[in-house]
């Protein structure tokens, strides 16, 4: 199953907008009240900011047929909340673990439905409102502390995160019987994915003329020959 983005699709632009919001609303925030020192800058600005605008250019400009790489945006945005816990929880290692291991299933099975490895596309409301509902929780929890402006520290995950559950309604199916490429393909052929795991491993353990062995079928009319 491979599955494509059209631009053609006003939901298509609108869950690009809303990424471009959250881009530029984390450089605005980080304008006003300050962004640290470099390491901060770059983890908490620089990598969430390049991760959306890599998806928002995948989706507009190859999403017809390289919709699966937004994985790599997907698994650079799980990079930046590994980094990002202690604005999220407290410094307990099995609640650290945890919330690392749900970081890492999110991106593997992000990975598995946007490559046409799981069929039901479906699972993608509940994966990215999962992370909604806790940037909406996060809020109230700032706000119930008395965090002065606490929309600051989860406006850009309300619309990175509210334009990501639009993408489930934007993806198309590729009829069947044509080639897309996928992960494993290089850009000058496809990956052979029907070989026999032999023929795959002999390349790696014959490398020589003599260890290597060559062969084809061939059948050729030799009747008259015998005759």
Known sequence: MHFYVSRKNVLTWL?????VGSAVARIVIACVK????SPEVWSQIVLPVAATLLFVS?????????????????????????????LLLGGHPFTLGLYCVCLLFF?????AITCGSI??????????????????YLHQALVYVGVSRAWV??????????????????????????YHPTWGDRTDGRRIRTMPAMAQV??????????????????????????
């Open 153 to 178: 520290f989860v406006l850009p995950d309300y619309l990175l995160f509210g334009g990501g559950l639009l993408l489930p309604f934007t993806l198309r199916l590729h009829p069947e019987g044509e």
């Open 34 to 37: 300050g962004a640290g020192g």
């Open 15 to 19: 869950m690009a907008l809303c990424m």
């Open 107 to 111: 991106c593997l099975t992000y990975t």
């Open 119 to 136: 069929r039901w596309v479906w699972l993608l409301v509940p994966l990215l409102a999962i992370p909604l509902i806790a940037a909406v």
């Open 202 to 227: 002999s390349p790696y353990i014959m490398v020589t003329r003599n260890t290597s062995t060559n062969l084809f079928e061939e059948a050729i009319e030799i009747s008259h020959i015998d005759r």
């Open 58 to 86: 995948i989706v507009l400009l190859g999403g017809k047929e390289l919709f699966y790489k937004t994985a790599i945006p997907a698994f650079l945005l799980g990079l930046y909340y590994i980094i990002r816990p202690h």
